[in-house]
């Protein structure tokens, strides 16, 4: 009961510190994402309540209940306290006769525990109290034993409380699932802008060179893009397609361009932006030579990133490689070695 009091106690505290900024949001994945985990965690937890309350156990049985009888023998586990303090648990065994069997067999043992010895008397009293019962039906536990008060109960159920924490460990784990996925869509998003962008900024400096402003040659961009469409979108290209679009719906050209600075996010893309920027401010009369720059830079980084990619693609191959040549080993030396031995 305490387990999931707690729990709810840790959502609400958790939930309030993303809502107020006390707990930093970063790495703990996007808002859907904390949202499953709340869900997943109380529902896990009012589900587990509940099982506690229908199945948990503990329930305490009144004086003179009984144990049906049956065809066959079973066991019933009980706890049981005597004047309130609890001596354990004890597992009763109908028929009685079954029980006697066992009991005669139990002396055998050398040494008793104290635990023992208090459970073999427990046995022993309830068996004589079925005695003097002498009910073919049912079979009694006893109240009284050497003037103690006996109370017995069945064993508490812990299902609901583990039911509880397993939901919390497997949002927990939908969470850490989820920043992680997260984190790698970032990570390819940076890859592919940074792969576009010397493409990007060497069509906008052959524009600028053929006389178009940056407006003219951003929608040319675009218009060029829309036209060939990819089967997977470019996010580079989608944002120029999006800074036109504010462009023509009344957003200044500065403020275009810096937002698509940081729509992209990347420092070569803000940079790019500034150009721009400086460019309507001032008038730059060189900006076909700054970009031309720009553009000679982006593909010597373009050519940097491609031959560690290809480093890493030779790296990721040694094991492949290793795994075939053993087994061209084997190959050989298998059929060799039999052939010698044989």
Not at 26 to 45: H, K, M, Q, T, Y
Not at 150 to 160: H, I, Y
Not at 201 to 216: C, H, P, S, Y
Not at 246 to 271: H, I, L, N, P
Request: glycine share 8%.
């Amino acid at each position: 009961m305490w387990l999931h009091i707690v729990i709810f106690i840790i959502i609400l505290l958790v939930t309030a510190g993303w809502k107020t900024g006390w707990i930093p949001v970063e790495g703990f994945g996007d808002a859907d994402s904390r949202r499953l985990f709340v869900i997943v965690a109380l529902a896990g937890n009012v589900m587990g309540l509940v099982l506690t309350f229908t199945d948990g156990g503990g329930q305490v049985y009144s004086e003179g209940y009984g144990l049906k009888k049956e065809e066959n023998s079973y066991e019933e586990k009980f706890m049981v306290s005597v004047d309130g303090e609890e001596a354990g648990s004890i597992c009763i065994q109908v028929p009685e006769k079954e029980l006697e069997l066992e009991q005669k067999e139990e002396p055998r043992q050398e040494i008793l525990t104290e635990e023992e010895s208090r459970r073999q008397k427990l046995l022993e009293t309830v068996t004589k109290y079925n005695e003097e019962k002498e009910d073919a039906d049912y079979y009694y536990l006893p109240s009284r034993w050497n003037g103690k008060y006996l109370e017995w109960s069945s064993p508490k159920n812990n299902s609901g409380t583990l039911f509880s924490a397993l939901f919390m460990i497997a949002a927990l784990a939908l969470l850490v699932v989820k920043a992680r996925e997260g984190q790698a869509a970032l990570a390819r998003r940076y890859e592919e802008l940074l792969m576009d962008y010397p493409g990007l900024i060497m069509k906008f400096t052959l524009l600028i060179q053929a006389g178009m402003t940056a407006r003219r040659a951003f929608q040319k961009i675009a218009v060029d893009y829309k036209r060939k469409k990819p089967a997977k979108p470019r996010i580079a290209y989608e944002e120029v397609v999006t800074a036109c679009y504010e462009m023509d719906s009344g957003v200044s050209e500065t403020e275009a361009y810096r937002r698509f600075g940081e729509r992209c996010g990347q420092v070569k893309y803000k940079t790019f932006a500034t150009l721009l920027i400086q460019n309507l401010q001032k008038g730059s009369r060189h900006l076909a030579d700054l970009l031309e720059k720009e553009s000679m830079e982006a593909w010597d980084d373009r050519k940097r990133k491609a031959r560690v990619l290809g480093e890493a693609a030779t790296t990721k191959l040694l094991v492949p490689m290793v795994l075939m040549l053993v087994v061209v080993m084997a190959i050989i030396m298998i059929p060799a070695c039999l052939s010698f031995y044989g």
